[in-house]
T-cell receptor, first 110, second 115 residues
Framework: RKEVEQDPGPFNVPEGATVAFNCTYS??????FFWYRQDCRKEPKLLMS???SGNEDGRFTAQLNRASQYISLLIRDSKLSDSATYLC???????????FGTGTQLKVEL | NAGVMQNPRHLVRRRGQEARLRCSPM?????VYWYRQLPEEGLKFMVY????????ESGMPKERFSAEFPKEGPSILRIQQVVRGDSAAYFC?????????????FGQGTRLTVV
């Protein structure tokens, strides 16, 4: 079983739609979680951290459920520029390294 | 982030040759991480280094791959006797001394093609 699992998609949505991505992780020792964005095989860039209390950054909302080992990302009012691959990432403090999911591809269309 | 510099951006090697990938961390960053992304796959951790020390190399293939981060100069990922399966994008990331991933950035990557 992969340590971080995501639905690869692609998710094809019209502009303005709300879309949600889910992710599960298997290592209960994971301490922190992030969503990264990767465009066209370029370098991944940090989108936002994920907290149990939920956190919001503009049109993006992230949520962590430690009991279920489940992470989500909600994008509201999607834009064409949101088209990218979204990577769910777990951080394990002991190894000081990030474990990436394979990513979920989002395509926002006119 | 442009602060982490990787070169070359693209590298073509014939089977059996050596590939050397370089990563210069952001100013003030002393932790370097190498990740590999195979086609249609996620990023896989390879190695974590601090200056002159390998901290975690649990993701490195046992043979042909090595990494270093000398006191002076960039971090180097070396692949000896490359094979077609080594074709991938290799990303380097750097973080500050306390290893805070919220302050970590990735370089633009080196795309290695083995022909």
């Amino acid at each position: 079983r992969k340590e971080v699992e995501q639905d690869p998609g692609p998710f094809n949505v019209p502009e303005g739609a709300t879309v949600a991505f889910n992710c599960t992780y298997s290592n209960s020792a994971s301490q922190s979680f992030f969503w990264y964005r990767q465009d066209c095989r370029k370098e991944p860039k940090l989108l936002m951290s994920v907290y149990s209390s939920g956190n919001e950054d503009g049109r993006f909302t992230a949520q962590l459920n430690r009991a279920s080992q489940y992470i989500s990302l909600l994008i509201r009012d999607s834009k064409l520029s949101d088209s990218a691959t979204y990577l769910c990432v777990a951080f394990t403090g002991g190894g000081n390294k990030l474990t990436f999911g394979t990513g979920t591809q989002l395509k926002v269309e006119l | 982030n442009a602060g982490v510099m990787q070169n070359p951006r693209h590298l073509v090697r014939r089977r059996g040759q050596e590939a050397r990938l370089r990563c210069s961390p952001m100013k003030g960053h002393s932790h370097v991480y190498w990740y590999r992304q195979l086609p249609e796959e996620g990023l896989k951790f390879m190695v974590y280094l601090q200056k002159e020390n390998i901290i975690d190399e649990s993701g490195m293939p046992k043979e042909r791959f090595s990494a270093e981060f000398p006191k002076e100069g960039p971090s180097i990922l070396r692949i000896q006797q490359v094979v077609r399966g080594d074709s991938a994008a290799y990303f380097c990331a750097s973080s500050p001394p306390i290893g805070n991933w919220k302050e970590a950035f990735f370089g633009q990557g080196t795309r290695l093609t083995v022909v």
